[in-house]
C-alpha cells in the first residue's frame, strides 16, 4: 500500500511539473509565433467548444478554465506512465530519467496525433505550426525529467 502511495504522489508532483513546463513552453512558442501565449492552451478546449477554440486570444473561464484543466490532467496521466517506469528502477540515473521522459513524452506524442480521435488531441495544431505542437512534447518530457529528478530525491 505504501509504494502505491508514493507512486501516485510522484505520479502528481510528475504531472504538475510537466503540466506547468510544457504550458509555459507552448506559451512561449506560441508568442513566437505570433500568436496570444494562452491559445495554446485554449485550443485544448476543443473537445468542448469544437475548432474556434484555438481562435480565443484571451484567458477566459469559458475556454482556458477547462483548457488548462484538460492539459494538466493529461500531464497526470503521462505522469503516471513516466512513474511507473521510475518505480522500475528507483536508483537511476539522471541520464536514464532524461531518457524515460522522452520516451514517454514520444508516446504521448504518438497517441495524441495519431491514434486518438481528432476531437481528444491536444488541439494545439490549431493556433500552432507543427514545428511547435513538437516543442510542445519536448516541454513535456523537460518537465517529466525535472518532475523525475525531484520525486527521485524523494525516493
Not at 510544457?22 to 506559451?27: D, G, T
Not at 504521448?108 to 500552432?128: F, H, I
Amino acid at each position: 500500500m505504501r509504494s502505491r502511495t508514493r507512486l501516485i504522489q510522484n505520479t502528481l508532483v510528475s504531472g504538475g511539473v510537466a503540466g506547468a513546463i510544457s504550458a509555459a513552453v507552448l506559451s512561449l512558442l506560441a508568442k513566437a509565433e505570433g500568436a496570444a501565449p494562452v491559445q495554446p492552451i485554449n485550443a485544448t478546449s476543443h473537445w468542448l467548444h469544437g475548432k474556434t477554440a484555438g481562435n480565443v486570444k484571451g484567458i477566459d473561464a469559458k475556454h482556458t478554465v477547462p483548457g488548462l484543466a484538460t492539459h494538466c490532467g493529461a500531464c497526470v496521466f503521462w505522469a503516471a506512465l513516466f512513474e511507473t517506469l521510475r518505480a522500475a528502477s528507483p536508483r537511476a540515473s539522471t541520464g536514464r530519467i532524461i531518457c524515460d521522459a522522452a520516451a514517454v513524452s514520444a508516446v504521448a506524442a504518438v497517441v495524441d496525433y495519431g491514434l486518438v480521435p481528432k476531437n481528444l488531441t491536444p488541439g494545439w495544431e490549431g493556433p500552432l505550426p507543427i514545428r511547435s505542437v513538437a516543442g510542445g512534447f519536448v516541454g513535456l518530457a523537460l518537465g517529466l525529467a525535472i518532475g523525475g529528478l525531484v520525486t527521485g530525491v524523494r525516493r
